[in-house]
């Protein structure tokens, strides 16, 4: 935990207490005690310092000062089919400490539909896996995840409104002729990028064709199949270094 996540109900009067899980991670792990100061960041807010005043393993009351910005959000959006729940989790903190802001979680063919009953979607959790990826990165603004049960509603009804009219759209598949490179520089972005991601088996041809038939552009990160918690964070870091180049065309950039 590099950062110590509060919420705005924890707070009063400039003082946050604490219970639960960062009580005992305060007590326990960073082996906190009165006097020490930690840093620390209100959801969806400012970044500071907190001075803590008393900690034990079921309670840590901090007075807090922020008035540090958090870091800027990424221009990508993701659009992920939902993954068994296990990797759900993980891929959900990876997302939210690699600065991703908008998640769609979305049904496929070889999506299997009991997911979307999963105690992992419950918003609870869904809130406790993106807060651990932002403490992770020292960041405080809450990911916004949607989940579509249904496919081709997504595709026809929503995925216009979130292109507007400067957003690129890319969808991996590993049989695609070009690399995330072409399709990037081949049309400038000028507005968010984003990112649709299949399930483990991978889309099936309906699904590709819908997605082009909305401008969607088809690219691959190459030869091999990757599991999903490899292949969204390998794309995102690699999304993200070509838009850093795009941004400065001085830079040289290393495929």
Do not use: C
């Amino acid at each position: 935990m590099n950062l110590i996540l509060i919420s705005a109900d924890e707070v009063k009067d400039g003082v946050a207490t604490l219970h639960d899980r960062q009580a005992r991670h305060l007590h326990k792990v960073l082996r906190a005690h009165p006097g020490d100061v930690l840093r620390i960041g209100l959801i969806n807010g400012l970044i500071g310092r907190g001075l803590v005043r008393e900690i034990s393993r079921e309670r840590a009351v901090l007075e807090i000062r922020a008035a540090d910005r958090p870091p800027s959000p990424s221009r990508l959006e993701l659009i992920l089919a939902l993954p068994r729940p296990i990797m759900l989790n993980r891929v959900l903190s990876q997302v939210a400490s690699m600065g991703i802001k908008k998640i769609h979680l979305i049904n496929a063919n070889r999506v299997e539909k009991s997911f979307f009953s999963a105690s992992a979607l419950q918003p609870y959790a869904l809130a406790e896996r993106l807060r651990l990826g932002l403490e992770q990165a020292v960041d405080t603004i809450m990911p916004q995840v949607t989940v579509h049960p249904r496919f081709r509603p997504f595709v026809e009804d929503l995925i216009p409104a979130l292109l507007g009219s400067s957003a690129t759209g890319l969808i991996a598949h590993p049989d695609a002729g070009a690399g995330l490179a072409e399709g990037l520089t081949q049309h400038t972005p000028i507005g968010p990028v984003l990112l649709a991601i299949g399930p483990e088996g991978g889309w099936v041809d309906f699904e590709l064709k819908m997605f082009e038939s909305q401008g969607f552009r088809q690219f691959t990160l190459g030869p091999r199949i990757l599991r999903v918690d490899t292949a969204v964070p390998a794309l995102i870091a690699q999304a993200e270094l070509l838009l850093a180049n795009i941004s400065a065309p001085g830079t040289p950039f290393r495929a």
